[in-house]
């Protein structure tokens, strides 16, 4: 069992830069792949952005936030990263942390991960 627990999260106008972390207790942290959704108001779905295998050596990322956003994660904070710049009013949403123990394959699908956190709100002002 993990638990998972966002923060960083806020208001910032356009151009801005938020960072957000996600903390893990309760289970080895470096044995999971983690990952990054967002999901936007109006009843959109939840949708990936960015993903970091078990070691942090490589990285993947929506074509939509690739280039402006960065993954991170420091296994011995137990804490996932995601540093965001260049923000657009396009990506307000509320952001997820996630975590999943088996391959990257499907590491773009939010049902293939085990363990979500609540969630924190950014919104991106024009």
């Known amino acids: 069992q993990v638990q998972l627990v966002e923060s960083g999260g806020g208001s910032v106008q356009a151009g801005g830069s938020l960072s957000l972390s996600c903390t893990a207790s309760g289970s080895t942290f470096s044995s999971y792949i983690a990952g990054w959704f967002r999901q936007a108001p109006r009843g959109k779905e939840r949708e990936f952005v960015a993903a970091v295998t078990r070691s942090g050596i490589a990285t993947y990322y929506a074509d939509s936030v690739k280039g402006r956003f960065t993954i991170s994660r420091d296994n011995a904070k137990n804490t996932v990263y995601l540093q965001m710049n260049s923000l657009k009013p396009e990506d307000t949403a509320v952001y997820y942390c996630?975590?999943?123990?088996?391959?990257?394959?499907?590491?773009?699908?939010?049902?293939?991960?085990?363990?979500w956190g609540q969630g924190t709100q950014v919104t991106v002002s024009s």
């Open positions: 996630a975590v999943k123990d088996d391959s990257m394959v499907y590491y773009k699908v939010p049902r293939a991960y085990d363990y």
